[in-house]
């Protein structure tokens, strides 16, 4: 069976030929880049940022084609009207006097520019497909959602989506999977994309306001940074909470219908749909880590405690029936050729095992199945729901 996945950007011929709406619109900022010399008071290798007025200007070191590329934005205009994500998005031609005018007003006149390389006007826009599937054609990345650059997150939500949708597509196109787990790539990634773009929103919303309000608005949002954010941002469960939004580390699935908590329920550990947490451990007395060792491109078994207790049918027949794309990775305290070893302390705690678990670790790294104890009956049957035997 053939599949499609659209991955072709914001103007996806795709996503247009499906018919799926592409909901959203265009912020009324203009924005500006543009590769250039400069000369004032910039760091070099550095990025320089002004703001001082009712504009905003970045520069970023290039090197080449120019020493720098300048980002900067002007006073809003009106909204575009048109629903066409085209129209919104596409670039419009820009001189280097326009360009200069938009820079003078955040650096108060004291950077001038030279020698362009490309300049180009755009928009920033948010837009995120009522769909992220149709059938057998699939849309990820820009295809799927546009926002703001605001955070820095949308290569890592595409990358994130093509990750996710490429494991279920590889699986089910070689008959290792389910094609039913498919219909998982909309209903896990969706969701994502929908807080992401409210989350860019809304933080876009609020530095647009802060640098193109009146002198009021600006000056209190400014002490507000100041006195209120960058200090709430030194403390560390604020830094980490705003660090696993931002990197995306934090996305977990426990909606998706393709993962299950098994019983005995494990009171502690990540649950199913939870991105499988890292821990030194051992192999053969090398150090490594607990997600590089399960970084493969297959399903994971992972068998957690004593190993007397899993030596028995159970686990012999599942390698059996799976063995082209299932491995079985034990974890122990004891030291044991090939095995991981929790050496540190900090595995078996993390995972929340008091005595013996099991863990199915799905490609993408999530889990994709959880459960105490060393009876591996519901963990035959979550695999035989999503995923086909190979028998030798």
Known sequence: MSYLAGCDGAHSTVRKAAGISFEGGAYPQQFALGDVEADGPLVAGAINAFALGRGMAMFFPLGSPSTWRVMAMEGGGPRPSSDDAAEDISTHALSLPELQAMVDDPTRGVVRLRDPAWLTRFRLHHRQAVKYSQGRIFLAGDAAHIHS?????????????????????????????????????????????????????????????SISGSPFVRFVRRLMVRFVVAPALTRPRLRAIAFHFVSQLGVRYRASAAVTDGAPTLRHGPKPGDRLPDARVQRDNRATYLQQELSQACTQLLLCGPIPAWDTPQVKLLVNQFHEHLAVTYLTKEHADGLLVDVYGEALQRLGVESTAQYVIRPDGHVGFRCGGADLTAASNYLHQWFVPTPR
């Open 149 to 209: 650059p605001v955070g820095a997150q949308g290569m890592n939500t595409g990358i994130q989506d093509a990750w996710n949708l490429g494991w279920k597509l590889a699986m089910v196109s070689r008959g290792w999977a389910n094609p039913g787990i498919l219909d998982s790539y909309h209903s896990e990634r969706w969701p994502v994309g929908r807080t992401l773009l409210r989350a860019t929103d809304r933080l876009f919303g609020t530095f647009a306001k």
